[in-house]
């Protein structure tokens, strides 16, 4: 140790004061953490409103694009009319579940649930069936039953998101007991809010960087009537 180095050290003292003032930190801590609390109960859910219009606005205020709602018999024309325009000439492809609700189209595909997942990293637009929307965060549940090949959410260039308008609920503590009970039963359950964004870098948003880069939400009534829908409140 150089002559600098042994004037700069703390003396004795100092250690003894320094660890002293360490010790009476951690058992102030401990005396802390031995004091039991009740637990509060559950949290109650908030009063929130569950309408279509609740929605489609949180949904845009995250960079989605809300759609209709129509009635079910407007659904094939709206649903492939948008897949359409975005594609420009390029991959339109549904999951089956989404498949069943649209007219066929040579120009769309269905999706194979035994393709190789990389397949699908030239799609433009993917088409996949919603089954339950949360108005508080612009989310929808996409169970795996209805998208089992996954890899196609996060590869397409956009993601259509065909949802009943009906099923909307106010926040996630109704979002998980509106579930079927068969929902945990596949291989995954996503909740989608909007397309892909990061502000990482440079605190720039950015859309598209780890997965669509553009997503819309096309609610439909099953009972073609889109008002009813519409102004639903569950």
Do not use: N, Y
């Not at 951690?26 to 929605?55: C, E, K, M």
């Not at 498949?99 to 190789?116: K, Q």
């Not at 039963?185 to 605190?203: C, F, M, R, V, Y």
């Amino acid at each position: 140790m150089s002559r600098v180095d042994r004037a700069s050290a703390p003396g004795p003292a100092a250690l003894r004061r320094s660890s002293g003032a360490r010790v009476s930190m951690l058992q102030a801590i401990r005396s802390a953490g031995s004091r039991t609390v009740p637990h509060p109960g559950p949290h109650p859910a908030p009063s929130l409103d569950a309408s279509w219009a609740t929605f489609a606005g949180v949904l845009a205020g995250v960079g989605g694009e809300p759609c209709g709602p129509v009635t079910r018999a407007e659904l094939s024309a709206a649903a492939l009319g948008w897949a359409r325009d975005r594609a420009a000439g390029g991959r339109i492809v549904a999951e089956p579940s989404a498949a069943v609700l649209l007219e066929a189209a040579a120009d769309v595909e269905i999706a194979d649930a035994s393709a190789a997942p990389t397949s699908f990293a030239d799609v433009a637009v993917a088409i996949v069936r919603g089954e339950l929307g949360v108005a508080e965060c612009g989310a929808v549940a996409v169970l795996g039953r209805d998208a089992p090949q996954r890899a196609l959410l996060f590869l397409a260039e956009r993601v259509l998101l065909l949802l009943p308008a009906i099923r909307l609920v106010a926040d996630l503590h109704r979002a998980f007991s509106a579930l079927p009970a068969d929902a945990l039963a596949h291989h995954h359950l996503t909740w989608i809010s909007g397309p892909s964004k990061t502000a990482d870098i440079e605190q720039t948003l950015v859309f598209g960087a780890h997965g669509p880069r553009a997503l819309a939400v096309l609610g439909f009534s099953e009972d073609d009537d889109p008002a009813a829908s519409r102004d639903a409140d569950r």
